[in-house]
């Protein structure tokens, strides 16, 4: 699990790849496939992961206990295996915000690789946890991320 306080890079104002929140992984025996390599549906938990812990990072305890955030959408590209023990940086950044919805983008790379093993785009959508009805990302949401509403 990606702890908040692991987190590196550009926690306020994650808006592109050289401005991203990074965390550094280590491929595990139990994430490895029949293939001999990290299996895909990892790559989704570790997006998930890095997504959440930005957002405990960032949001206050009032923002944490009053909204919650669901995907609606994963769109992802893998292009590079990782096999097990080798090391990943994992980094995380913030998209255009449209009504409830918030794109995050994550990129999953070995140290000094020129391209990505895996790239992420989600769309998230931002509920009210009592409610559980979306509400629309606001600027309670933008300033804490440190992006322009």
């Not at 306020?12 to 491929?27: D, K, L, P, Q």
């Not at 909204?67 to 950044?93: A, N, P, S």
């Not at 992420?120 to 933008?142: E, H, M, Q, Y």
């Amino acid at each position: 699990m990606i702890e908040p306080a692991t987190l590196t890079g550009n926690i306020n104002g994650a808006v592109s790849f050289e401005t991203a929140a990074m965390a550094t992984r280590v491929a595990t025996a139990d994430e490895i496939d029949e293939l001999g390599h990290v299996n895909n549906a990892v790559y989704l938990v570790w997006a998930q992961e890095i997504a959440t812990a930005h957002w405990m990072r960032v949001g206050s305890i009032d923002l944490v206990r009053k909204y919650v955030w669901v995907v609606l959408r994963h769109e992802i590209d893998y292009r590079d295996q990782v096999v097990e023990g080798e090391t990943v940086e994992i980094r995380t950044w913030l998209g255009r915000a449209r009504g409830a919805r918030f794109e995050r983008h994550v990129d999953i790379r070995k140290p000094r690789a020129t391209r990505a093993s895996a790239k992420l785009l989600t769309d998230w959508c931002l509920i009210n946890a009592k409610s559980r009805k979306p509400v629309r990302v606001g600027p309670d949401i933008f300033t804490p991320f440190g992006i322009p509403s």
